[in-house]
């Protein structure tokens, strides 16, 4: 009884923290441009939503409009060990809790989540900048692992043999690691804290997370719902910042296990720092994702599914489909994919009419730009250039890349009335389309991150798939066809973790694993489905014997075996 008092208690206090911290995280995007001071994003230590001492902040910058929606703190190094220390007590009582009263934490959340999935997705739209339709996409998807982390007792369910030997049983029991760590990326806030937390305590760990320091602002909503769903203190803590905190998180010696979404750079760097102090680490990070084309493909069906898949979130996935390849004449597919694009709007997230919004930033953008660029000076043909609509100040700063065209004057002219009315400050980019892409361009080396589609030809299915195949990525590909045999082939052959047969984003749901590989992956254990329970837990195995044994057989030094 007093402990269900004290958890109305708590609830009852949360909600009169409402007012004063997640207010700030308003779901009015009007609000942000109101504010002359930013709300600070708190850490979250220990059960309690504190105001970090940092004296370091960096802005939270909406991408459709550049106003500041907040200020993300450098979590001080007291402040994080503060964290650490919160989540390691709270395990030992987290632990022991029964496995069905955590299972219920997960339900009362996914609930929550359900509740509140509008209020999370306008605030990931004001800080990421995708499409409120997409914005409740990445909430239901990180939603999914929430509901298949509530059947954690069948999940996490060991083995038992009885009567291994004479009288003696054997059974393993799967049991939660300790402290574990999230690293999260900035293109979908809320889907991959859910594909971590939910999971790890689930299985009786406790967890710190840190955000993307671009759009933070999810996962404060997210743990505030965890914790009306009655996760106890400290089983959940939020810190922020960037290389520091990264490194912080890869040092420790009470963080056990350690799971990353981001870039090879950066995944590759986490992979090596945490593995050489003997963490346990799972790197998602960059892609190159194909989409192989028959000539008996449906046409209609194909190139709603490569315009989807390839300018969907401005292209800022990492299952997005990046690159088709065509076998055989590809001119008929290019002219009507080029159609299938031009009619896609590009507007701010939360207009009602945005097909997609902006990049994430003036720095993405602009990379964006310089591989398109670079893929026109490789000798790539432009099909479609969406770097026309584009802000006056990037206009006059693009300036010196046509500076050799004569038609320099009609492209500013062009620039200028391109712009997004009422976001002319905006990081837009257009679906762009190049074709004649070679393998030994950078636009296909590198992993673009924007609303661009490379089209690449192929005289046939084998070359197809030998050209995917040389890639180094290996998160995912998909065939388009009607042919049985053909997508039998390509599912055999192909060297990619997830297969798309007519299916563009070939993204497993929680009850199997997100399988990328190759370069796309660094670890052992996947993230959610029975890998990411796996990767959360340590296996225990026990042998028990229950059993008279016979006095005065003397001591034997022999090797014990099963035989009698």
Request: charged share 20%; aromatic share 8%.
């Amino acid at each position: 009884m007093l402990t269900r008092l004290a958890s109305i208690q708590r609830v009852r206090n949360l909600k009169a923290l409402r007012p004063q911290i997640f207010a700030k995280f308003s779901t009015d995007a009007k609000l942000y441009s109101k504010q002359h001071n930013p709300p600070r994003v708190p850490n979250l230590i220990g059960g309690a939503f504190i105001e970090s001492r940092s004296s370091e902040y960096i802005d939270v910058i909406n991408p459709a409009t550049q106003e500041v929606v907040s200020q993300l703190p450098l979590t001080t190094d007291e402040e994080f060990k503060a964290a650490v220390s919160a989540a390691k007590q709270a395990f030992p009582s987290w632990r022991n809790t029964p496995i069905t009263t955590r299972q219920r934490v997960m339900l009362k959340l996914q609930e929550l989540i359900r509740r509140d999935i509008d209020k999370l997705a306008m605030n990931i739209t004001t800080e990421q900048g995708k499409t409120l339709k997409d914005a409740q996409g990445d909430v239901f998807r990180g939603l999914e692992v929430v509901e298949h982390a509530c059947g954690m007792a069948s999940l996490q369910m060991g083995e038992y043999v009885p009567n291994v030997s004479n009288g003696i049983d054997t059974y393993s029991l799967r049991e939660p690691l300790g402290v574990c760590a999230g690293i999260c990326p900035f293109n979908f806030p809320a889907m991959i804290p859910l594909w971590m937390f939910p999971v790890a305590v689930t299985c009786g760990n406790t967890f710190v997370l840190k955000p993307s320091e671009k759009d933070p602002g999810a996962s404060i909503m997210l743990a505030e719902l965890a914790m009306e769903a009655g996760l106890p203190d400290g089983v959940l803590n939020i810190v922020h910042g960037t290389h520091d905190t990264v490194n912080a998180i890869c040092d420790d010696d009470n963080i056990r296990a350690i799971s990353f979404v981001g870039s090879n750079v950066a995944g590759m760097h986490i992979y090596a720092r945490a593995s050489a102090k003997g963490k346990r680490v799972q790197s998602n990070m960059g892609a190159k994702n194909h989409g192989i084309v028959l000539p008996d493909a449906n046409m209609d069906a194909t190139l709603n599914a490569l315009a989807a898949a390839g300018f969907g979130a401005a292209g800022q996935r990492c299952m997005a489909l990046s690159t088709v390849v065509f076998v055989g004449d590809s001119k008929s597919w290019e002219d009507k994919l080029v159609e299938r694009a031009k009619a896609l709007k590009v507007n701010a997230g939360t207009e009602a009419d945005a097909d997609l919004g902006p990049v994430i930033s003036k720095q993405a953008k602009e990379r964006i730009c310089r591989l398109i660029q670079s893929g026109i000076e490789s000798g790539a043909r432009l099909l479609l250039d969406g770097r026309n609509i584009v802000s006056s100040h990037l206009c006059i700063h693009s300036i010196s890349l046509f500076w050799n065209r004569k038609s320099i004057l009609y492209r500013i002219w062009n620039c200028y009335n391109r712009q997004v009315p009422g976001y002319e400050h905006g990081n837009f980019i257009g679906p762009t389309i190049l074709t004649d892409v070679t393998a030994d361009m950078e636009c296909y080396k590198e992993e673009i991150f924007g609303p661009v589609l490379l089209c690449m030809q192929a005289d046939s299915l084998e070359e197809a798939i030998k050209i995917v195949n040389k890639n180094q990525y290996g998160n995912g590909a998909g065939i388009f066809t009607s042919s049985g045999a053909a997508a039998r082939k390509f599912q055999t052959e192909i060297e990619a973790g997830q297969v798309g047969i007519n299916v563009p984003i070939p993204v497993p749901l929680p009850f199997f694993s997100f399988t990328g590989s190759k370069a796309s992956f660094a670890g052992d254990l996947n993230f959610y489905g029975k890998a990411g329970v796996n990767f959360y837990t340590q296996i225990k195995t026990v042998t028990q014997q229950w059993r008279d044994l016979p006095g005065g057989s003397g001591v034997s030094l022999a090797m014990p075996t099963s035989q009698k």
